[in-house]
């Protein structure tokens, strides 16, 4: 039984100031607060080496990917986010994940965030959802989308003073239900992270 359940951040934008990452360490916050050991996937990280997925390369003997993919697969939960790109997901998102099999996700409870600077997000969710089901994740049904992401976030000055990425949110949610929003989605996959693991 998963008692102290592990929640993994898995961001899938590159950008320096993304607000995917800055999102996903709201929900990731949440899980701790709900009991849940958690850890940080960057996948913009410039210190990792994450090559594009090649089929005749296996992952242990390619850059980072073997340790990465270890981080994922000892999680009971993963808080997954991507941008919104083209009314998909991200290449980055997709590459890692082609990477993943059910190793990584059988089991697992997946929260899932999608961040577009327009209007739309349902796609990105979609179909981040159905390829979470071909490796056979769990999706929590309280999914995040943030529409019109520039104006949902303020600078936060203390996070990037020390140029630290990934280390904590960089911005500050501005809109108080996306916020909420994302500490529910965070605490449900913690909690049924928890449940699945005792059901086992
Ligand atoms: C290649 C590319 C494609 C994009 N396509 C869309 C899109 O289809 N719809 C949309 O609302 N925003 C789109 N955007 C804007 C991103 O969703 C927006 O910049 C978002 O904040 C990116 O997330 P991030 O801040 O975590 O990097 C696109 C951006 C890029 C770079």
């Known amino acids: ?15 320096e100031g993304s ?6 360490h709201y929900a990731l916050d949440a899980a701790a607060a709900a009991g849940a050991e958690t850890d940080f996937l960057d996948l913009g990280d410039p210190e990792l080496e994450l090559p594009l997925y090649h089929p005749d390369w296996d992952a242990e003997g390619t850059g980072d990917v073997a340790a990465a993919l270890e981080r994922v697969r000892r999680a009971d939960g993963v808080l997954l986010g991507s941008p919104v790109y083209h009314g998909s997901y991200s290449s980055t998102f997709r590459s890692f994940h082609d990477w993943c099999s059910f190793d990584e996700y059988e089991d697992t409870v997946v929260g899932l965030v999608a961040t577009a600077g327009g209007g739309s997000f349902g796609s990105t969710l979609d179909h981040m959802r159905i390829t979470i089901r071909g490796v056979h994740g769990w999706v929590h049904p309280k999914q995040v989308g943030i529409r019109n992401a520039y104006e949902k976030f303020a600078e936060r000055e203390a996070a990037t003073a020390d140029g630290e990425i ?6 500050e949610l501005t809109d108080g239900d996306i916020a909420d929003r994302l500490g529910e989605l965070g605490e449900g996959v913690a909690e049924s992270a928890v449940r699945l693991g005792s059901s086992e």
């Open 166 to 171: 990934g280390a904590a949110a960089a911005h």
């Open 1 to 15: 039984m998963t008692e102290t359940p592990r929640v993994i951040a898995v961001c899938g934008s590159r950008r």
């Open 19 to 24: 607000y995917t990452r800055s999102a996903l």
